[in-house]
């Protein structure tokens, strides 16, 4: 009878083992396609998918990049990520860029848009540029070349700056477009 129990539990103990090594290496990371450069810079990466970075200051701003794949460089402090979404609270108002990839360098807090970005603050004013650069540490975006769109106006121009924590955008040689039905009336915020 204790034989036959000894047996048992040895098989039971056997099984449970399998079980957990074919856990352990179904869990373990896939291998990236040969040739995929996945961050700037050699060293130590960790590859993340499906992935949300938040930076959260004492001052109470909040940085916060969703991601599709992305890849952390320890030796450089750099996030590389694809399918970007990167929204910068400020004072109860989010402002969202959305952008194909992002380079983030978390040590120097810049964000580095190099295949074009599309910003929106919620109160209706949209920007979209070809590459843009976001600085966390001044709270300023920007861009060589810019198109700004609001309620019933659109501007064109070049060295787009714009403060999302003060309201406030300047843009060289601006070109206009406007639409005076759809304007806001002074003294109301957009």
């Known amino acids: 009878m204790i034989g036959k129990l000894t047996w048992g ?3 039971v103990a056997f099984l449970a083992g399998a079980y957990l090594l074919v856990q352990n290496l179904s869990e373990s990371p896939r291998p990236l ?3 995929r450069n996945v961050g700037n810079g050699g060293g130590a990466k960790i590859i993340l998918r499906v992935v949300e970075i938040v930076e959260v200051h004492s001052e109470g701003r909040i940085y916060r990049l969703a991601s599709d794949n992305a890849s952390y460089s320890i030796p450089l402090g750099r ?16 402002v969202v860029a959305s952008a194909p990839s992002a380079s983030w ?9 190099t295949k074009g970005v599309a910003v929106e603050n919620g109160t209706g004013w949209t920007a979209t540029a ?20 609001g309620p019933g ?30 304007v806001q009336a002074p003294g109301r915020e957009g």
């Not at 360098?105 to 848009?113: A, F, T």
């Not at 070809?130 to 769109?149: H, T, Y």
């Not at 106006?153 to 639409?179: H, Y």
């Open 79 to 94: 996030v590389v990520a694809s399918g970007v979404r990167l929204s910068l609270q400020e004072r109860g108002e989010n």
């Open 33 to 35: 396609p040969e040739g």
């Open 153 to 182: 106006i659109t501007v064109e121009g070049r060295n787009l700056r714009w403060w999302w924590q003060d309201r406030t955008v300047a843009l060289d040689s601006p070109r206009s477009s406007i639409l005076p039905g759809r």
């Open 9 to 11: 539990l040895a098989a």
């Open 130 to 149: 070809p590459q843009a650069s976001v600085d966390l540490k001044s709270e300023v975006i920007m861009a060589e070349k810019a198109r700004l769109a």
């Open 105 to 113: 360098d978390l040590n120097d807090g810049r964000i580095d848009l």
